[in-house]
């Protein structure tokens, strides 16, 4: 197993969670994300990357180095 630090992800919410699926509004509050034009730094897991797959439509992703 390498020591490396896990890489990171800017997330930004760029649309409303008003009229959004549940499932949608849970994943993006559990990346902490919370109102429009917020935006979280995130490690890049399988688990948060799961959630950013899901409500991908509503979030702007940017990689960091």
Same mark, same amino acid.
């Given at each position: 197993?390498?020591? &490396? &630090? !896990? @890489? /990171?992800? +800017?997330?930004?919410? #760029? =649309?409303?969670? $008003? $009229? /959004?699926? @549940?499932?949608?509004?849970?994943?993006?509050?559990?990346?902490?994300?919370? @109102?429009?034009?917020?935006? *979280?730094? *995130?490690? $890049?897991? !399988?688990?948060?990357?799961?959630? #950013?797959? +899901?409500? =991908?439509?509503?979030? +702007? #992703?940017?990689?960091?180095?």
């Amino acid at each position: 197993m390498s020591n &490396a &630090a !896990p @890489k /990171q992800i +800017k997330l930004t919410l #760029v =649309r409303s969670l $008003a $009229a /959004q699926l @549940k499932m949608h509004v849970n994943c993006v509050n559990g990346l902490g994300l919370k @109102k429009m034009h917020q935006s *979280v730094i *995130v490690s $890049a897991t !399988p688990e948060n990357m799961g959630m #950013v797959n +899901k409500s =991908r439509f509503m979030l +702007k #992703v940017e990689e960091l180095n």
